[in-house]
């Protein structure tokens, strides 16, 4: 066992036990994850120096990740931003431990593990999700010389880099299609519009500011297809309860809606099982989720893609070339691939063309400016 893989699997299982949480750090895949390492972005500045060439020498740096509560697995958010992690371990030759959080209360104690770890020293912890926020508020002025990364929200320390979305222009995309879809007589998959229906739905996790970017986004270009139609609402309180999530889409396809999409997490897979079960249709999100979830492919439209891996891997990679910019904010839009609507794997093809070209057009509107969406519901 190489030192990397041994900090992966031991290093930090002490960590585990401290903070009491069950979904302790590992490391290796997950057999949820259906996708090798996407391209992550950034071109490194220098030589590349893989993970395997580095293996007698040690790691590059040492990165501990802290997941958002729904853990590895989720097809979506954490998953995303393990592809950063993982690209940085094969392009850079870093090394990682990994925590996966049951609670938000459990955020701080990771955080703070991981900063007063010297076996070993991690020179970057990755905080994934807003809901850190507030733990990291508290643990960052207290390791001031330890570096740390958020993503979807901002902490304006000078030890913090900050990664944001502008996840209401990608769904105005989502609300776009669904209202273009919803008002016409269409069948792909297992899943099929009426052509008269009036609404369409929208399942949210944890009722908060980012979360309404995306249902203000999607509102928005829902109204832009057509303003006779109208979003059904339902926030769960949960990025990690299924049953709830189909719960909530099982009302809305009852009500009439024949799509709904979600920001959710892993709450979302009963947004599709819904989907499935009423024969109609969903819209994944962070990933592409008609690959993470393949078992609901034949209903997942589309999928409002959010590249978390990228904002990991840039910061990983500023570490390892010592230029980490703590005290910074980064927002992401549509304009550097921050965010994307990306069609289905199955149903995509089925889209008509005069749909996609519609929603090209506001993609360019929207970068132009022609196009201003609201960050937050009207």
């Keep these: 066992m190489d030192r990397r893989t ?32 996407t391209d992550a972005g950034g071109d490194g500045g220098g030589e590349e120096t893989t993970a395997a060439e580095t293996t007698a020498s040690g790691p590059t740096a040492n990165i501990g990740m802290v997941y958002a509560t729904g853990g590895l697995g989720d097809g979506s958010f954490n998953d995303q931003a393990r592809q950063g992690v993982l690209k940085a371990e094969e392009k850079l030759g870093i090394s990682f431990s990994q925590a996966q959080p049951d609670q938000v209360s459990q955020f701080g104690a990771f955080q703070q593990q991981f900063a007063e770890s010297t076996n070993p020293d991690y020179e970057l912890v990755c905080c994934i999700g807003f809901l850190q926020a507030d733990s990291l508020r508290q643990t960052a002025p207290a390791y001031p010389d330890q570096n740390f990364m958020i993503v979807d929200s901002v902490v304006d320390e000078p030890n913090v880099a900050s990664y944001t979305f502008k996840e209401h222009e990608g769904s105005y995309l989502a609300g776009l299609l ?34 309404k970017k995306f249902q203000a986004g999607y509102e928005a270009g829902v109204k832009a297809g057509d303003e006779d139609v109208d979003v059904l609402v339902n926030y769960t309180g949960s990025f990690n309860d299924p049953a709830a999530g189909k719960e909530a889409a099982l009302a809305m396809y009852n009500s009439g809606a024949d799509i709904v999409y979600h920001a959710s997490g892993n709450t979302g897979t009963g947004v599709f099982q819904a989907a499935q079960e009423k024969g109609k249709f969903a819209i994944g999100v962070d990933r592409d989720q008609s690959i993470t979830k393949p078992s609901y492919a034949n209903v997942i439209l589309a999928s409002m893609v959010k590249r978390v891996d990228t904002a990991v891997y840039n910061s990983i990679e500023a570490v390892v070339n010592d230029n980490f910019a703590g005290g910074t904010a980064v927002s992401l839009g549509l304009e550097k691939d921050g965010v994307a609507l990306i069609y289905g794997k199955q149903l995509g093809s089925e889209i008509p063309q005069g749909v996609k070209d519609r929603i090209a057009s506001a993609r360019e509107d929207i970068i132009a400016g022609t196009i201003s969406v609201p960050t937050s519901p009207q």
Aim: hydrophobic share 35%; aromatic share 4%; net charge negative.
């Design 6 to 37: 041994f900090v992966k699997a031991t290093g930090v299982a002490g960590i585990a036990g401290l903070a009491g949480c069950s979904g302790g750090p590992t490391g290796g895949s997950t057999e949820t994850e259906t996708e090798a390492p």
């Design 178 to 211: 669904a209202s273009l879809l919803t008002t016409r007589d269409f069948s792909a998959g297992a899943g099929s519009t009426t052509g008269d229906s009036t609404n369409v739905g929208f399942v949210g996790g944890v009722e908060s500011d980012l979360i």
